[in-house]
């Protein structure tokens, strides 16, 4: 019987062991996805507690709790620090099989050198320690991520965002991790959502000029991504139902928008004319700058209507969508390639049944403009487990060419997920090793070890343009 989450875990052969602690292991951490809040990292905060690191905002935790039939109280509602800490050790102990179950000890050994399992009994010990390790200096926000070895992370940013925690950040001598802005423009496609105008008005702001119409609302945002640019920004991400493609003039463009603001009902056409307008505009700039464009797509978002009310967006009550929009996404990917180029792009779906569909259709569009120029993305959300990465990876590598893959991210909020870059790293090499030890490839370890070292950080690197040494 193996040991639970030692040296070893997840590495069930003796090449998936080597592969790991020889290669995988030794890379340093490119996120270039995440949520984490620019502002936290140019202040340094302390966190006073566990729950406030590890639970606050984490809506992956409140989702298992309210499934183990935890009340809201202990949740986001005002049960102390503690009580919620007990909750959810409460809840941990009976996620056997849960992703969550493996990144929360992960955790807990990598941050805090705890190496038993957290449940009822233990939860007072592993609250007392943990909050005693966190009022060490070496338990800032800047120590976190510099001690898990992340040599650069892009946040989440909207195009009104004045970036000046970024400038904070980067003007700060004593901190060496890049720190770079990636542009998420969902406000300005949403114009179906009821603050749509007013959002515009705070865009015109930002841009500094007058905003009345859709060119001027191109206008705006070429201005606000030259600011991004300035800034560092090289990537955009999307969030999005589905890529839809309802193509139209400009002429039925400007219509859509003036009939908007004039605050009538637009037709279910109508909207995804215009975001249809609005993406192959993204997509274009993209190119034109050198941009990487990134398509996160397949949720259906605020199912529960009660408590969207009470709690807002992005609090545990999102599902995987069953929409798999292959003749959509494949007419919008042409049509942008058509206009001048597609950028490099990435594709990512919440429905695990999208694999095979991604990987036939991103092998319609690449080219030499970059090596993998078109990727499937790291399992997602609900996929973002042992289960998922297998499947994502072994759809990629029979489809398309996995070595070339730009590898994980933590799409996260908390300062502690950087474990699961490990937890991604040790799934590859047991699937890679597996391979070998079947006699299904050479165990030459020379070639092997490159092909880790590069999904686990120098695909990135090359991948997005980072000004990053990559590791021979």
């Known amino acids: ?137 070496d338990m800032r926000v800047r120590s976190l991520i510099k001690t898990s070895g992340v040599t650069l992370l892009c946040t989440t940013d909207d195009p009104v965002d004045d970036l000046r925690w970024h400038k904070m950040i980067k003007d700060d001598p004593e901190f060496d991790v890049q720190v770079l802005p990636a542009w998420r423009p969902d406000k300005v496609m949403n114009i179906e959502k009821p603050e749509f105008t007013e959002y515009i008005k705070t865009l015109a702001d930002a841009a500094d000029m007058e905003i009345n119409d859709f060119s001027q609302l191109k206008e705006a945002l070429q201005k606000r991504m030259d600011f991004f640019a300035a800034s560092g920004c090289r990537v ?131 080219n030499s403009d970059a090596i993998g120029k078109m990727q499937h993305g790291s399992s997602w959300w609900f996929n973002d487990n042992k289960t998922g990465m297998e499947k994502q990876m072994t759809s990629l590598a029979n489809l398309g060419m996995l070595a070339n893959f730009v590898g994980m991210l933590t799409d996260s909020r908390s300062f502690l997920s950087y474990p699961r870059h490990e937890y991604f790293r040790r799934i590859l090499c047991n699937l890679l090793g597996t391979w070998v030890e079947n006699g299904e490839y050479p165990d030459d370890m020379k070639r092997l070890g490159k092909i880790v070292k590069d999904i686990s950080y120098n695909n990135a690197v090359r991948y997005f343009g980072f000004d990053l040494q990559i590791q021979e």
């Not at 494949?330 to 991604?358: H, K, V």
């Open 236 to 366: 955009s991400d999307h969030g999005i139902n589905y890529v839809m493609y309802a193509p139209a003039s400009e002429k039925i463009i400007e219509e859509i928008f003036s009939k908007r603001f004039s605050q009538k009902m637009l037709t279910k056409l109508e909207m995804e004319q215009y975001k249809t307008a609005c993406l192959l505009f993204f997509s274009k700039e993209y190119k034109k700058r050198g941009w990487v464009m990134q398509l996160h797509y397949g949720c259906k978002r605020d199912n529960n209507q009660i408590m969207y009310q009470q709690l807002g967006p992005d609090t545990g009550y999102d599902c995987i969508n069953n929409y798999a929009p292959a003749e959509q996404l494949t007419d919008f990917l042409n049509a942008a390639e058509l206009q001048g180029g597609l950028p490099r792009t990435i594709l990512y779906s919440l429905n695990p049944g999208d694999d095979t569909l991604i990987d036939s259709v991103i092998g319609c569009f690449q």
């Open 1 to 137: 019987m193996n040991k639970f989450l030692d040296q070893d875990f997840l590495l069930y052969t003796s090449t998936a062991q080597k592969l790991y602690h020889n290669y995988a292991e030794q890379m340093p951490i490119l996120d270039y996805h995440c949520h984490i809040n620019p502002k936290e990292i140019a202040e340094n905060i302390k966190f006073d507690n566990i729950t406030q690191v590890w639970l606050g905002g984490d809506h992956y935790k409140w989702r298992l709790m309210r499934s183990n039939g935890v009340d809201e109280y202990y949740i986001t509602g005002g049960a102390s620090d503690w009580e919620k800490f007990e909750k959810w050790a409460e809840t941990l102990e009976r996620a056997i099989g849960n992703p969550l179950y493996h990144w929360s000890h992960l955790e807990l050994q990598r941050f805090f050198g705890y190496t038993g399992d957290l449940n009822r009994e233990t939860a007072s010990e592993v609250w007392e320690l943990c909050n005693r390790k966190l009022q060490e200096e």
